[in-house]
């Protein structure tokens, strides 16, 4: 196994500390599980090292019967399952609403997404042997290990979400046990929802009537509209972001790129949480026409991305890329950020454009 500085090396780092950092785009297209080296990393804050044989995981709050269980337990009493699923950033594209103007937080291009496959238990088979009151208005909190300023980081999803067949609790990326950044030794996945609700180094479930207080649930990862500021941003009055945009990226050839005059192969990924993704359209022209491309998608896999590639004739000058997805409900992505910019710039989903010259 590589080393976490090999690993880093590897990625474009945004921040040192928390550890931020995503892959270039040309390598997130080179295969439909991304392998967990390239896999983008998000964190709020310190990488917590667990020594996997004392770990313990707490269920308490609503519930019948509270729970203490290692992961010997957890692969003992519970089925395995895998979900294939793609996991993306809130924050994934913010780089485009900050061309716009000023937004906080990392810069990210398209490269805070990432498939794989999830190996682990299902959270629903360990609520159900808790007692759970399934039809109940309730909510499902996570708190870990890491800390963000100084407390625990902690988030919730709602029960029907948690008792959902594809949420787990994973103890293993693509077949092998997690790498530290990326949660070892246990971690949720919320297939369909933004990352940041699917916390790492999970340390306890607390079963409750209310969402977390968490300043990560209760004040960050609001969505607002274009006239609201850092200054007046009411976090009450803000929309919780959990199912993520219809999106869709540009992967290769990279921005800047020099082509022969030609057919060129475009290619990259579009993702739509839990719908299909019916179509995608590449232009070579700023968007004035449009070509479709062809899609590659895992049947199997209802919460994962779709691959397109379409070859594009290009004649000398200066060309924009731009690709638009459509989803099964004929939804498709605004065509500028501007429509869409937020001061926290979250959930950016304009048509991805990407210039290139031609010789």
């Known amino acids: 196994m590589s080393s ?32 967990a080296d390239d896999f983008y990393v998000r964190s709020h804050g310190d990488l917590p090292e667990i020594n996997a044989d004392g770990y313990r995981l707490r269920l ?20 395995k ?26 810069p990210w291009d398209g490269g805070a997404i990432g498939t794989a496959d999830w ?20 909510h499902v909190a996570f708190e870990s290990h890491d800390l963000v300023e100084g407390r625990p980081y902690g988030a919730s999803i709602p029960l029907a979400k948690a008792l959902a067949p594809e949420t787990l609790l994973a103890f293993a990326m693509n077949g092998a046990p997690l790498l530290p950044e990326h949660g070892f030794p246990l ?36 969505l607002f509209p274009s006239d609201v500021t850092a200054e007046t941003a009411d ?17 290769e050839p990279a921005r800047g790129a020099r082509l022969a005059a030609g057919a060129n192969t475009v ?33 199997r896999a209802r919460f994962a991305w779709t691959f397109w590639t379409i070859d594009l004739d290009l004649p000398p000058g200066e060309h924009e890329l731009a690709v638009r997805a459509w989803d099964e409900a004929g939804q498709t992505q605004p065509a500028l950020p501007d429509d869409t910019w937020n001061y926290k710039g979250y959930l950016s989903a304009a048509w991805h454009r990407v210039r290139v010259t031609v010789e």
Not at 82 to 92: E, F, K, L, R
Not at 196 to 207: C, Q
């Open 81 to 106: 399952a895998t979900v294939t699923a793609t996991m993306q950033c809130a924050g994934n594209r913010r780089a485009d609403m900050r061309a716009v103007a000023p937004v906080s937080g990392d």
């Open 119 to 138: 190996t682990g238990i299902r959270l629903g088979d360990v609520l159900r042997e808790a007692g759970i009151a399934e039809s109940a208005d309730l």
């Open 235 to 251: 976090p009450a009055r803000g929309h919780t972001i959990n199912t993520m945009p219809l999106n869709a990226a540009i992967c």
């Open 267 to 299: 290619r990259g990924y579009a993702v739509s949480g839990d719908r299909t993704v019916v179509r995608v359209d590449v232009s070579g022209n700023g968007g004035r026409t449009w070509a479709q491309a062809a899609l590659e998608h895992d049947a």
């Open 4 to 35: 976490l500085a090999e690993r880093r090396a590897r990625l474009i780092v945004h921040e040192e500390e928390p550890y931020n950092a995503e892959p270039p785009l040309a390598r997130l297209r080179a295969s439909y599980r991304t392998t």
């Open 60 to 79: 308490d709050g609503a519930i019948p019967t509270a729970l203490e269980l290692s992961l010997d337990d957890m692969r003992s009493r519970y089925a």
């Open 187 to 222: 971690r949720v996945v919320v297939p369909g929802f933004a990352g940041v609700r699917s916390p790492k180094w999970l340390k306890r479930i607390t079963v409750q009537d209310h969402p977390s207080d968490n300043p990560i649930q209760a004040e960050d990862y609001k």
